[in-house]
């Protein structure tokens, strides 16, 4: 069964006209347990994502992408040089997993923060939620749904 998910990149280190011009990309560097799991256990192929700006002006949904491979482990981890180096992790038993995901769409505008926290259908979704600054969210098909059909025009 199909899911849907929020996540966040700070467009100054990879936005979605990087992800339009690479077409895809390991979602690699993420450091965060509860949103490693989401990765390694929940996502699969077909997943669609929103693809959402953060620590920007203003920070929102920019545009659409979907998951095209399964889990795989983050080769940052590996890497002595990276800052997402992690000495715990062996090519054998490996910590840090990611997902690749590839472009689909880019929105004609940013949906503003401000916007979804105003729209009474939203309500429930994480990322308007008071301390909620997790970079891999669940999204509900509804309101997956509900922000294409009504915000990304």
């Not at 490693?36 to 699969?44: C, G, L, V, Y």
């Not at 994502?49 to 095209?68: E, M, N, Q, R, W």
């Not at 795989?72 to 995901?101: G, L, M």
Request: hydrophobic fraction near 35%; charge should be positive.
């Amino acid at each position: 069964m199909k899911k849907f998910w929020l996540m966040k990149t700070e467009p100054d280190v990879f936005s979605i006209d990087d992800l339009k011009k690479h077409k895809s990309t390991l979602w690699e560097g993420v450091r965060n347990y509860q949103a490693r799991n989401f990765m390694m256990n929940d996502m699969k192929i077909g997943d669609e994502v929103l693809f959402y700006h953060s620590s920007t002006d203003p920070s929102g949904i920019a545009g659409l992408a979907k998951v095209i491979s399964e889990k795989k482990p983050d080769p940052t981890q590996f890497d002595k040089k990276s800052s997402y180096f992690d000495s715990k992790a062996t090519k054998q038993k490996p910590v840090w997993y990611c997902v690749e995901v590839e472009y689909v769409k880019k929105f004609p505008h940013i949906i503003p923060l401000a916007h979804l926290k105003k729209t009474a259908e939203l309500e429930d979704m994480l990322v308007i939620k008071q301390g909620q600054r997790l970079s891999i969210q669940p999204v509900t098909e509804y309101q997956f749904q509900w922000i294409i059909q009504n915000l990304a025009k």
